[in-house]
């Protein structure tokens, strides 16, 4: 299968490769540079602005506890909704995978995938239309019990992860859709005709090796949801600040766009090091699954 | 009609002809978005008497405003500052002097805003007053049977989760202490100012950051009090919503609005025409029907019906009394103030 490439296969990757990695350097690297770069000024560097290197930007962080209080909150935000995306879609995924099929399917992929065809912004008020007092969901509840119903779920916490495990929950569903439908249907026969029992077979089968596609969703959620300032903001009402909104206020409100880019490095960061510290675990368990 | 019809519109273009040939500039304005200067009809009024086309652009915050200016050397020719704002752009270097003896509605200011420290240093003036009103708050008049007196309401038990405040460091701080009986301007016990405001949280239901927000949040029924603006309180009327806008008796904060010159600019001549309309009283007679904030112009405040707002209420010597004016707030002042906003907003 794997061929030595010979030197004419060597130079045509190049030339395929070429686009990508300019479109990598363009679009990845170089904004990440520049933030790099003001992260470390004393100063954002325009007219007349008197600007030095420095690292008070990072120390920033560690002068006061609210930085770091926002930051654990925000993490535990990107727990509970990727928590709550891999539960609710990992049953959808197996539905679409397994059960249904045909045209059933294609219907359920579409509503599935409606909400990305949608602006994110139109998302969230539209939920927050549903949400508040007098809204469509509090008048539903009116419609089953008597009395006047005030659920009063806007600007609440449970506001915010409502409308991210909306926001996010398709990146879990296809993913794992992906890789439940490469799981061959004769190994579950196979596996039941040796006398596995429903559990076992989820167990022992279908959750390692749809565990790929499912660890990839939830890292797909839980990256933008740590850094999330929209829905916060919109949704959260006086619940709103996380990490996500104080790096937003560096750069829209206050204007200090070094101390916005240090945080937003710090929050990579603290990302990146929890990923890494996941990884070993995720291959442990796929490992033992093989 | 038909016969005098080309007529008009030949003489209509013999004068815009005759404007343009004369300067043909075009002028670029920074404001607010929807704050006076870019009403339609005052911008097609101006046009027809001087030539000059007006163009906006705009900016969320005065931290914005400043930004902008610094890095768009030449892109202005008048620019709205808050007078508490003025002194930080005159020592930066951003904005002119303006030469006031090419503004004729100059004379009518009134002489304390003429003669704010703010605005006029150095024996030059370097924003002329255009607009003041009060930030305060206002009810949702269906939840008072009558307005309050106080600015406690906002902290009253009655209202849990049906209080609003603007999401803005300086604008918090100096609510409380308005409630804790403090100078705004020189805020003796801060801590005093950060325990009022942890006691106000609990009644907020959401922070507001737009007039637009703050009408929506309104019309929905989920505020019962919200501080705001006078003049977009005035809007907010114009446009049918049940408020009220209330100067309680512990006082309001004043505010200042001046039109400037960047030093920049590269139409000194029509900005000087454009700030002249502006501060004009048939352009605030007009403008206020819309509802606006008051002129700092006494001839346009006088010219006023006698049932408004801004004649009515901020003409009362009595209500002027309580108002406390912003003074320019230094960067270490303003950095304590957001920290302590971050704080009280993060341990939500």
């Known amino acids: ?290 | 009609m038909t016969a005098r019809a080309p007529r008009t519109a030949a003489l209509a273009a013999a004068a815009i002809l005759a404007g343009s040939a004369a300067h043909a500039d075009q002028i670029r304005v920074l404001n607010w978005q929807g704050y006076g200067t870019d009403l339609d009809w005052a911008v097609a009024a101006f046009a027809e008497a001087t030539g000059h086309r007006v163009v906006h652009d705009y900016f969320n915050s005065e931290q914005e405003m400043l930004t902008k200016l610094r890095t768009n050397p030449g892109a202005y020719d008048v620019v709205m500052i808050n007078a508490a704002f003025t002194p930080q752009a005159r020592e930066e270097g951003l904005i002119a002097p303006v030469d006031v003896s090419r503004i004729a509605n100059f004379a009518d200011i009134a002489p304390e805003f003429a003669g704010n420290p703010a605005l006029a240093a150095d024996g030059e003036i370097w924003g002329v007053p255009w607009t003041w009103g009060l930030t305060s708050f206002a009810i949702n008049t269906a939840a008072f049977d009558a307005p309050p007196e106080s600015i406690r309401v906002l902290w009253d038990p009655a209202h849990e989760g049906r209080v609003s405040i603007r999401d803005d460091a300086l604008e918090a701080v100096q609510i409380a202490a308005l409630a804790t009986g403090q100078d705004i301007n020189a805020i003796a016990d801060l801590a005093a100012v950060e325990a009022k405001l942890a006691a106000l949280m609990p009644n907020v239901r959401a922070f507001w950051s737009s007039e637009n927000d703050w009408n929506q949040f309104m019309a929905a029924g989920e505020f019962d009090v919200a501080t705001y603006w006078s003049g977009s309180a005035a809007r907010s009327q114009a446009m049918g919503l049940p408020v009220e806008f209330v100067v309680p008796e512990e006082g309001a904060i004043g505010w200042l609005d001046g039109l400037s010159i960047p030093a920049t600019a590269p139409n000194v001549e029509a900005a000087h025409a454009f700030i002249d309309w502006m501060i004009d009283p048939d352009f605030h007679i007009r403008w206020d029907e819309e509802g606006a904030p008051a002129s700092a112009n006494a001839a346009a405040a006088e010219a006023l019906p006698e049932d408004a707002f801004n004649r009515a209420v901020l003409g009362d010597p009595e209500v002027v009394a309580r108002v406390q004016f912003q003074a320019p707030v230094d960067d270490a002042t303003r950095a304590a103030y957001l920290a302590l906003w971050q704080r009280l907003k993060a341990a939500q």
Not at chain 1, 59 to 81: H, N, P, Q
Not at chain 1, 83 to 108: D, H, S, Y
Not at chain 1, 201 to 213: A, E
Request: proline share 5%; charged share 15%.
């Open chain 1, 1 to 290: 299968m794997a061929q030595p490439l010979g030197p004419g296969d060597a130079r045509r990757a190049a030339l395929l490769l070429t686009p990508a990695y300019l479109w990598l350097t363009a679009a990845v690297f170089l904004p990440l540079s520049a933030m790099l770069f003001f992260s470390l000024l004393s100063d954002a560097p325009f007219r007349g602005a008197d600007w030095r290197f420095t690292l008070d930007n990072y120390r920033a962080f560690f002068a006061t506890d609210v930085y770091a209080t926002l930051l654990w909150k925000s993490l535990r935000l990107g727990l509970t909704v990727t928590a709550l995306c891999v539960v609710i879609g990992f049953p959808c995924a197996w539905v679409l995978a397994k059960t249904i099929r045909g045209r059933a399917r294609e219907a359920l992929f579409l509503l599935i995938i409606l909400p990305f065809w949608s602006n994110s912004l139109v998302r969230v008020f539209s939920w927050a239309i549903v949400l508040r007092g007098n809204g469509a969901l509090d008048w539903l509840a009116g419609l089953f019990s008597s009395g006047d119903v005030r659920l009063g779920l806007l600007f609440t916490p449970t506001a915010v992860v409502i409308g991210l495990v909306h926001s996010y929950l398709p990146y879990v569903i296809l993913t794992t859709y992906l890789a439940l439908q490469a799981i061959d249907d004769t190994l579950i026969e196979a596996a039941r005709s040796m006398g596995a029992d429903r559990r076992t077979i989820f167990r022992r089968l279908v959750l390692p090796l749809s565990l790929p596609g499912l660890a990839a969703g939830a890292v797909l959620v839980f990256v933008p949801v740590v850094g999330s300032f929209m829905e916060p903001r919109i949704l959260g009402g006086r619940f709103g600040a996380y990490f996500g909104t104080v790096i937003e206020d560096q750069f829209v409100a206050v204007f200090n766009w070094p101390l916005g880019a240090a945080l937003s490095f710090i929050l990579l960061a603290v990302v990146l090091a929890i990923l890494s510290a996941a990884a070993p675990v995720l291959r442990r368990a796929q490992g033992a699954a093989a």
